[in-house]
């Protein structure tokens, strides 16, 4: 049976508001992960290559909802909702592996096959003629729900609702930014996970957020990598769901004080690096995009910076705590040298990195800071109140972007 519980009256039609109990309400929280996690979205859930054969399986989550993700022996890609029928329990507890032909319930040892069914059931008909299951007992009726499956670009999602095929959810535009990357066989770097002491969409909007990205991080800024005064631009697409920002390196920037003469305090003399070579990209995607930044709504991130590559996963952990899953990725094909380029570079980004540490505890601060003001609306107004495509970064409309879709999910 549904939840049923009062819904908040949006404050405002302008997408360049917010109100900050979006942030606090849990009753919005628990409407969330119904309507947006659980609803019509797709959500990442693994690589293809971390499920390669038969039986090879992952756990993860669906917003809160944990799922199993396993290869089929016919090579399709299930999915299914992680929790035994009988009482509860997870049916798997590791992050990971391989299972012949069936996951078995540690508590009472109830069998799933690899399409999530409930296939058996310990002794099912009782010890020596006593006890055992009822005979009108129906396994398929209780079997776990099944989430429908699909993959791009080596990326698996799974989703609970029904959206419109991978493509069309994300649009001509943001796939090609997809495909711009992910053009190849992947293979793994590293995995980090990070918890944020904030609700999930704060990070949602601050992957966004091209605004802040050369003012927060002080790194950024003083090394040029990211600066208004270079070129680049936001792209959003029309349902203002996804996005896709890019930094492109331009001569003029070298020269330009704009951020001295405002006195941002990220450009500050002084500052070197013993070894830059932190910074010794190659252009490999043949366009002189440094950075790109992409996100698929409600939880996934896509990173290029310079040569560092990585998907994010924004898992929700509560009202006010969320953890960030990241896995660093490089192409099969690389050499020795672009393999060693790629893990210098992640150095950049991370939960202990020089840029994204920052991002973890801005976050924390928005929470804190609107503890008290739950009536209280964010401005939302750089680039005006739209959430177009822009050919700058000294804009919001990627976050009223975000703000769009959400509404859109959750009834506003
Ligand atoms: S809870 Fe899984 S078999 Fe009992
Ligand atoms: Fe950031």
Not at 58 to 74: E, Q, Y
Not at 188 to 193: M, W
Not at 275 to 283: E, H, I, M, N, Q
Request: aromatic residues 10%; neutral net charge.
């Amino acid at each position: 049976m549904a939840i049923s519980v009062p819904q908040r009256p949006w404050p405002v039609e302008t997408l360049a508001r917010v109100p900050y109990w979006v942030y606090q309400d849990p009753e919005n929280y628990q409407r969330e992960l119904r309507r947006i996690f659980e609803g019509d979205t797709w959500n990442f859930v693994c690589l293809e290559m971390d499920i390669p054969n038969a039986g090879d399986f992952r756990t993860n989550t669906v917003g809160a909802l944990p799922v199993i993700v396993v290869r089929d022996t016919d090579g399709r890609i299930n999915a299914f909702e992680n929790r035994c029928s009988h009482r509860g329990a997870l049916i798997s507890f590791d992050d990971g592996g391989n299972v012949k032909q069936r996951f078995q319930c540690i508590y009472h040892a109830w069998s799933y096959n690899l399409r999530g069914d409930l296939t058996s059931i310990a002794f099912e008909k009782g010890s020596q003629g006593r006890g055992g299951m009822p005979p009108s007992f129906c396994k398929e009726e209780v079997s776990p729900r099944k989430l429908r499956t699909t993959t791009l670009c080596g990326l698996v999602f799974a989703s609970l609702g029904d959206p419109p095929p991978i493509e069309d959810y994300l649009g001509e535009q943001i796939l090609g930014r997809v495909k711009r990357v992910l053009r190849k066989p992947i293979r793994v770097l590293g995995r980090t996970v990070q918890v944020l002491p904030n609700n999930w969409k704060l990070y949602a909007e601050n992957v966004k957020d091209t605004y802040h990205a050369s003012l927060l991080h002080a790194f950024l800024g003083t090394f040029r990598l990211s600066r208004f005064t270079q070129a680049g631009g936001v792209l959003v697409s029309p349902d203002g769901a996804h996005h896709a920002s890019t930094t492109i390196d331009r001569p003029e920037d070298r020269t330009s004080t704009a951020y001295r003469d405002q006195g941002i305090r990220t450009e500050q003399d002084g500052y070197r690096l013993e070894d830059p070579s932190v910074f010794d990209g190659v252009a490999e995607f043949g366009d002189d995009i440094k950075l790109q930044i992409l996100t698929i709504f409600p939880s996934f991130v896509l990173q290029q910076i310079q040569n560092s590559l990585a998907v994010r996963q924004i898992v929700p952990k509560g009202l006010d705590s969320m953890e960030l899953s990241w896995t660093y990725v490089g192409f099969e094909d690389d050499t020795p040298e672009m393999h060693r380029r790629r893990l210098k570079q992640s150095n950049l980004v991370g939960p202990a990195g020089f840029v994204s540490m920052e991002d973890g505890c801005v976050g924390g601060f928005v929470q804190r800071g609107t503890a008290t003001a739950p009536d209280v609306l964010s401005v939302v107004n750089m680039g005006g109140e739209g959430a177009e495509t822009q050919d700058t970064r000294a804009t919001e409309a990627s976050v009223r972007g975000f703000w769009k879709a959400y509404r859109r999910h959750m009834g506003y």
